[in-house]
């Protein structure tokens, strides 16, 4: 992974391949923003007219080259578009420092050093830039021909290194803000790999291979659940939507604690590393990204392990529910009826629902430790994707306090989503002659609808949200700010932070 080093040194006697700098849309043309001082001097302060002429505007996300001034050991100058200067004594939005540093580390792909002079008015800045650079550089690259010498890019390997200017190195907030960019960089980007990871290499069995030795490695408890157990357990759900494939499911439990913790925090994530729909089989054109099915499993994971490296003084439990939705001989049938871990019985409508009868188990299983609260994470429904776009996942909940919380939460760490009901009079569509509950409901509303089938599966008087991130899990698109093309790790930063804020005593 990329380097993140703080710097002291002077932007002209650097050595690097090149110098990143703000640019913000001003009333009358681009401005050069803070950091950029030495840049600007070197052109006798006629940076900004340069930049114009060039046909920078400062607009976010626009990037503009130029040659380094004389003198100076970098030969390249990058300038960023911050957006629109902010109000006077107001610093740039955490946001437009993530995204401008995302774009510079992805656009000096195949440079070894880049120094970002881009505005660190504190430590929280510092680590913005940080973490935007460090997801900006990813890429993946495990299964090119040279995997083992990366070079993903048209040939360019991710920049090697980022030195950021105008921070404190020996400042211990400083120090901090670098270390926590580094930490949830780092297993952001992981849960972005196992996305990306082609499903015939990640499969039910592997994930929580995968799980066991990050665990090991971080002090984490784990505990695998095979077929065996699951059966004896009376996992009806993992093992009815896990029958069709010859790989068999898993439910990964794993437990971060803290001698200091005073709350606890439970995560549940929907791991299908593949979902053909089963017998409800998907048509042509819906299956070739479907390895992504896991993406809140991924998330989950990586926040876990996160939230193990950071230290922070809360109990983090991460549920796993991992399957294979596959069609065949032994796969569950439309009308079949499964007893779920919580006693219930479900009568499978669509065998393509099946993320919510994996998750159904894994939420009772987490509340039977009466956590403070449960947050599950899930490419769960189509029907939040036609409602909210492809980068905005949706919240759900039994409190409506913690679910605009979370909200909250989620804009402050710049992952986009929005709060949705749970309208009651959707609950009688899933009224079965047969069962307890249908796994289908009313076709209209199918994100909400799903939201309150899994509330039937939390404990009693456990608080509970539901965070729908079929949208935002996987960029069929371009690349823009820091996020790739295929697997984001969208919900991490969102958990992560959650954990902090719930350590801290700041929430709830």
Same mark, same amino acid.
Request: net charge neutral; glycine share 14%.
């Given at each position: ?71 100076? @050991? ?19 939005? *955490? ?20 120094? #970002? ?37 048209? &040939? ?49 069995? /592997? ?24 059966? @004896? ?25 803290? /001698? ?16 053909? &729909?089963?017998? /409800? ?12 099915? +896991? ?5 989950? #994971?990586?926040?876990? =392990? ?19 939705? +596959?069609? /065949? ?16 019985? =479900? ?5 393509? *629902?099946? &993320? ?50 979370? %909200? ?19 609950? @009688?569509? +899933? ?12 076709? +209209? ?7 309150? #089938?899994?509330?039937? #599966? ?15 899990? %996987? ?34």
């Amino acid at each position: 992974m990329t380097a993140l080093t703080l710097s002291t040194a002077a932007a002209p006697g650097l050595r690097a391949d090149a110098i990143v700098i703000g640019v913000a849309k001003g009333a009358k043309g681009p401005v050069v923003a803070p950091g950029a001082e030495a840049v600007d001097k070197a052109y006798d302060g006629r940076l900004a007219g340069v930049l114009e002429t060039l046909g920078a505007s400062g607009a976010e996300g626009e990037v503009t080259k130029l040659p380094a001034p004389s003198g100076f @050991k970098a030969p390249l100058v990058l300038a960023v578009g911050l957006g629109a200067v902010p109000e006077k004594d107001a610093g740039y939005d *955490a946001e437009a420092l993530r995204k401008a540093a995302g774009i510079a580390a992805r656009t000096l792909s195949g440079a070894r050093k880049a120094a #970002f002079a881009l505005p660190v008015t504190d430590a929280a800045d510092a680590g913005a830039i940080g973490e935007g650079a460090l997801l900006g550089a990813y890429s993946f690259d495990a299964y090119k021909e040279n995997g083992k010498d990366p070079k993903a890019r048209n &040939g360019k390997a991710p920049l090697a290194e980022v030195a950021l200017l105008g921070g404190k190195p020996r400042d211990k907030a400083y120090k901090a803000a670098v270390e926590r960019a580094v930490a949830v960089a780092e297993e952001l980007n992981r849960a972005r790999d196992l996305v990306n990871t082609p499903p015939n290499d990640l499969t039910p069995e /592997s994930f929580a291979a995968i799980a066991q030795a990050a665990a090991k490695e971080h002090g984490i408890k784990v505990q695998v659940l095979d077929e065996k157990a699951l059966v @004896k357990g009376g996992y009806g759900g993992i093992l009815g939507v896990g029958a069709g494939s010859a790989a068999g499911p898993r439910l990964v439990k794993l437990s971060y604690t803290s /001698s200091k913790a005073k709350k606890h925090l439970a995560f549940v994530g929907k791991g299908i590393t593949y979902d053909s &729909g089963g017998i /409800s089989l998907k048509p042509a054109g819906h299956n070739e990204t479907m390895k992504c099915d +896991m993406s809140g499993a991924a998330s989950v #994971f990586a926040a876990v =392990v996160a939230a193990a490296r950071l230290g922070l003084e809360v109990n983090v439990t991460g549920w796993l529910a991992l399957a294979e939705n +596959m069609p /065949s001989g032994s796969a569950t049938r439309p009308g079949d009826v499964l007893r779920m871990y919580s006693g219930k019985t =479900v009568e499978v409508l669509n065998t393509d *629902a099946e &993320g919510r009868l994996v998750l159904a188990d894994a939420l009772w299983a987490a509340s039977q430790e009466k956590p403070d609260a449960i947050v599950d994470v899930a490419t769960l429904t189509g029907a939040m994707v036609l409602a909210l776009g492809n980068r905005t996942f949706g919240i759900m909940g039994n409190d409506d306090a913690f679910r605009t919380a979370l %909200y909250e939460v989620a804009e402050e760490v710049g992952e986009p989503a929005w709060p949705m009901p749970l309208p009651e009079h959707l609950r @009688k569509g +899933m009224d079965s002659p047969t069962a307890d509950i249908a796994n289908m409901g009313e076709r +209209m509303g199918g994100g909400l609808v799903a939201g309150l #089938f899994l509330r039937e #599966f939390v404990g009693e008087g456990i608080t509970w949200a539901h965070l729908d991130i079929a949208g935002p899990a %996987y960029n069929e698109g371009g690349p823009f700010g820091y996020t790739p093309k295929g697997g984001t790790g969208s919900g991490v930063r969102t958990l992560v932070r959650l954990a902090e804020l719930t350590a801290a005593g700041d929430l709830g």
